[in-house]
């Protein structure tokens, strides 16, 4: 069974920064993209920002110049550093990524369970 986990989620100041990450743990063959997406209460999830297997990277246009998507491959981990945070970020942060392992036929779509992001005015 493969499980993203996320961390580094919790209550940041607005104009602070913060460091989520991702790390997908099980029997792994191979990591495609990967992505992090967010959901505030009462709005529709967003995809915030997302990265290749090759470190080609996208952003919505909410977080771009103030959001880092990177990642490990070695270690199977994505992060989003979150700087010059904003009290509008304020929500679950999604880990998702493509996956391909033992048990199917080509890549499977994954998600963690989210962590929560708070930013204070």
């Known amino acids: 069974q493969v499980q993203l986990v996320e961390s580094g989620g919790g209550l940041v100041q607005a104009g602070g920064s913060l460091r989520l990450s991702c790390a997908a743990s099980?029997?792994?063959?191979?990591?495609?993209?990967m992505n992090w997406y967010r959901q505030a209460p009462g709005k529709q999830r967003e995809l915030a920002a997302t990265?290749?297997?090759?470190?080609?990277?996208n952003y919505a246009d909410s977080v771009k110049g103030r959001f880092t998507i990177s990642r490990d491959n070695a270690k199977n981990t994505v992060f989003l550093q979150m700087n010059n945070v904003k009290p509008e970020d304020t929500a679950v942060y999604y880990c998702n990524a493509d996956i391909r392992t033992w048990g199917v036929t080509g890549f499977k779509n994954y998600w963690g369970p989210g962590t929560q992001v708070t930013v204070s005015s």
């Open positions: 099980g029997i792994i063959l191979s990591v495609n993209v």
């Open positions: 990265i290749t297997w090759g470190g080609s990277t």
